[in-house]
Nanobody, 125 residues
Framework: QVQLVESGGGLVQAGGSLRLSCAASGRTFSMYGMGWFRQAPGKEREFVAAISWSGSSTYYTDSVKGRFTISRDNAKNTVYLQMNSLKPEDTAVYYC??????????????????WGQGTQVTVSS
């Protein structure tokens, strides 16, 4: 069983920054592909970013490219999402997810086995 706990959400003005963290349990974190997703009210959950086991490969949805950066620290069992130049349309609940023993990056919700409880990010205009 893998447990994921997100933190770092909050209220920020447009143009500001936040860094989300996701702490994972389990002794094989370095073999989890990790991803961040978000869900705004009334909308489906959407992919934001993903990172490979080693952190050498990353992938982003077009709307956050150049503004968000995903990274991981396998020694700390933690994945991060640095969010800069935030926009009101980034407002959502952000979830981290683990794709256990998956070597390739994926943006598909169904490829992720475990999910955190989510953290709210609100960007005011």
């Amino acid at each position: 069983q893998v447990q994921l706990v997100e933190s770092g959400g909050g209220l920020v003005q447009a143009g500001g920054s936040l860094r989300l963290s996701c702490a994972a349990s389990g002794r094989t974190f370095s073999m989890y592909g990790m991803g961040w997703f978000r869900q705004a009210p009334g909308k489906e959950r959407e992919f934001v970013a993903a990172i490979s086991w080693s952190g050498s490969s990353t992938y982003y949805t077009d709307s956050v490219k150049g503004r968000f950066t995903i990274s991981r620290d396998n020694a700390k069992n933690t994945v991060y999402l640095q969010m800069n130049s935030l926009k009101p349309e980034d407002t959502a609940v952000y979830y981290c997810a683990a794709a256990v023993y998956r070597a390739t990056i994926t943006s598909r919700v169904d490829d992720y086995n475990y999910w955190g409880q989510g953290t709210q990010v609100t960007v005011s205009s």
